[in-house]
């Protein structure tokens, strides 16, 4: 059974920096594609990055540069570390699986893609 759990989430200036995190149980990072998506209050859920099973991470352009995208077999758990974090990057965080290889963008970044997900993390960044 694949439960994801989010935390490190809270309330930052803008320029600020934050690392999420989601522990996953039941899952093999080596066999899954792990994602970060957000949604924001009366948008569109929508993906922030990606890694495959391999390694191998991609970003949505609006962050790409200032989120890094990591895991740690070890602890099984997946980070979002967040940097000169902006206004508009307040939202929702949640992290997804897939028991596959991710795609290529931009379908790795649709939410669709993904079987399953966390209750999420709420970030909310002040100007």
């Known amino acids: 059974q694949v439960q994801l759990a989010e935390s490190g989430g809270g309330s930052v200036q803008a320029g600020g920096s934050l690392r999420l995190s989601c522990a996953a149980s039941?899952?093999?990072?080596?066999?899954?594609?792990m994602g970060w998506f957000r949604q924001a209050p009366g948008k569109e859920r929508e993906g922030v990055a990606t890694?495959?099973?391999?390694?191998?991470?991609s970003y949505a352009d609006s962050v790409e540069g200032r989120f890094t995208i990591s895991e740690d077999n070890a602890k099984n758990t997946l980070y979002l570390q967040m940097s000169s974090l902006k206004p508009e990057d307040t939202a929702m965080y949640y992290c997804?699986?897939?028991?596959?290889?991710?795609?290529?963008?931009?379908?790795?970044?649709?939410?669709?893609?993904?079987?399953?997900w966390g209750q999420g993390t709420q970030v909310t960044v002040s100007s």
């Open positions: 997804a699986a897939d028991p596959s290889f991710c795609p290529v963008t931009p379908q790795g970044l649709r939410s669709s893609w993904y079987d399953y």
């Open positions: 890694i495959d099973s391999d390694g191998s991470t």
């Open positions: 039941g899952v093999t990072f080596s066999s899954y594609c």
